[in-house]
């Protein structure tokens, strides 16, 4: 990499990156959800149609997937608070970097299964 570029690869990078990436998909599904909510004054056959569509393995895949990006972001925002707002926080932020990604994987594996489990359900039958 020549020097002096802005891009180091690093840590702050990547959770950068992940938190912009996140805060877009929480946006595309709040203006899905806003739309498809707004079908109900339109149609409501057709807003059943719609959350019909919603009861399938696949979504409850998408679901987890919305879980985590919301997680991620949530934490992840604590984090950039505390380093902007604490005087060492610049200093730890990496180390607040893993704890966040470890407080993530662990809730985040608490929840596989409720969700995963109630898609395998669906997918299957049971």
């Not at 595309?28 to 109900?40: E, G, I, P, Q, R």
């Not at 994987?105 to 995963?116: C, E, F, K, N, Q």
Request: glycine share 8%; no cysteine.
């Amino acid at each position: 990499m020549p020097a002096g570029t802005l891009y180091r690869g690093r840590e702050g990078m990547w959770s950068w990156v992940a938190h912009r990436v996140t805060g877009v998909l929480i946006f595309f599904f709040l203006f899905v959800h806003v739309l498809d909510t707004a079908l109900v004054r339109v149609s409501p056959e057709a807003y059943d149609e719609v959350v019909a569509t919603y009861k399938t393995p696949i979504v409850a895949l998408l679901e987890y997937g919305l879980v985590a990006a919301i997680l991620f972001h949530a934490l992840n925002g604590l984090r950039v608070v505390a380093v902007d707002f604490w005087s060492k926080g610049p200093r730890y932020q990496k180390q607040m970097l893993w704890t966040v990604v470890g407080i993530w994987v662990v809730l985040m594996a608490g929840s596989l299964y409720p969700i995963l489990g109630h898609a395998a359900r669906e997918l299957f039958g049971s």
